[in-house]
């Protein structure tokens, strides 16, 4: 979503963004999951923010290596005719994030969600690491 005040009204918006500072200001993709990837010695740790959704709005899928996070956040507000927002911060819709994580199989992941906060762990043995690289040919 881009800055509705930006658009519609580029001095209201200027001013609400030099009155509470460009830290309160949203950046562009706010369902972006801000994400933290932990290598412990024997697992890898990925947390990601996502606040205000529901567990049911997530889902994990694991495809080609990948672990995608699919987070759908849905616009429960009622619609309000003739209203004119002077500014909308919050996103809908949905986003998602894909993590390589190796031959790791579903069974090898044990995620959990609280407080906004979604915790994937998974072992390092799902990746293989060769200690010499394998040549290619070149014909």
Known sequence: MNYITRTSDPFFGAFLDNFFGEEVSPREGSLAMRTDIIEGKEDYLITIEIPGVK??????????????????????????????????????????RSFYVGDATETDFNANYENGILSIEFAKKAFKHEEEPRKIAIK
């Open 55 to 96: 567990k049911e709005d997530i889902a994990l899928s694991l495809k080609d290596r990948y672990l995608t996070v699919t987070v759908t956040n849905k616009n429960e507000s009622k619609e309000v005719k003739d209203v004119h927002y002077l500014r909308a911060e919050r996103s809908y819709g949905t986003s998602s």
